[in-house]
């Protein structure tokens, strides 16, 4: 199975900054990758499909790029509603499979 | 406006069986793919099983054998039966839909989660 690896597993910035996350996979997985957010107590949110297609709705300062092995997610300027952990995953090869997180808390 | 909502979580003893529901609206169940994904305590989200339109099933090699996926397309209802449970089952279960058929395991909608602990 493909191993998704995110980078790094905390970070800590501060309010109207810019937060850059990272997310590998063992093995190419085209451009199928989502990024969702996961907030305590709170159903997961689809932000990121297609390494790069904002999901209905979502603000324009969420940014994902990249292909094949390698992805980011940008968040241009966080607001306070930002902090929590980012999840990506790919879907390109079954089983599908999530990496381990990365926790987004304010600096 | 599309939910999805869970329940039959608990505390159960390692060997014990229980059955989760997944309460569908806003979307008819039988149209899509909806998978189960858990998170264990401190790691990460994983699959666990899916249910086709097509009414095939799928699970991930961690439970094969021992849960059982289906639905109740007159209630909009999903469920997983599971059996032989051991303390790694220990997870938040979450019921997700597939975004579309191209895509069947990528999840556009998602439940809170129900939170089973096997535990003696």
């Known amino acids: 199975e493909i191993v998704m690896t995110q980078s790094p597993a905390t970070l800590s910035v501060s309010p109207g900054e810019r937060a850059t996350l990272s997310c590998r996979a063992s093995?190419?997985?085209?451009?199928?990758l989502a990024w969702y957010q996961q907030k305590p107590g709170q159903a997961p949110r689809l932000l990121i499909y297609?390494?790069?297609t904002r999901a209905t709705g979502l603000p324009v300062r969420f940014s994902g790029s990249g292909s094949g092995t390698e992805f980011t997610l940008t968040i241009s300027s966080l607001l306070p509603e930002d902090f929590a952990v980012y999840t990506c995953?790919?879907?390109?090869?079954?089983?599908?499979?999530f990496g381990q997180g990365t926790r987004l808390e304010i600096k | 406006e599309v939910q999805l909502v869970e329940s039959g979580g608990g505390l159960i003893q390692p060997g014990g069986s229980l059955r989760l529901s997944c309460a569908a609206s806003?979307?008819?169940?039988?149209?899509?793919?909806i998978s189960w994904v858990r998170q264990a305590p401190g790691k990460g989200l994983e699959w666990v099983s899916v249910?086709?339109?097509?009414?095939?099933?799928y699970y991930a090699d961690s439970v094969k054998g021992r849960f059982t996926i289906s639905r109740d397309n007159s209630k909009n209802t999903l469920y997983l039966q599971m059996n032989s449970l051991r303390a790694e089952d220990t997870a938040v279960y979450h019921c997700?839909?597939?975004?579309?058929?191209?895509?069947?395991?990528?999840?556009?909608?998602w439940g809170q989660g129900t939170l089973v602990t096997v535990s003696s």
């Open positions: 093995q190419s997985v085209s451009s199928r």
């Open positions: 997700a839909r597939g975004k579309d058929s191209g895509s069947p395991y990528l999840f556009d909608y």
């Open positions: 995953q790919q879907y390109h090869n079954w089983p599908i499979t």
């Open positions: 806003g979307f008819t169940l039988r149209s899509n793919y």
């Open positions: 297609g390494a790069s």
């Open positions: 249910i086709y339109s097509s009414d095939s099933t």
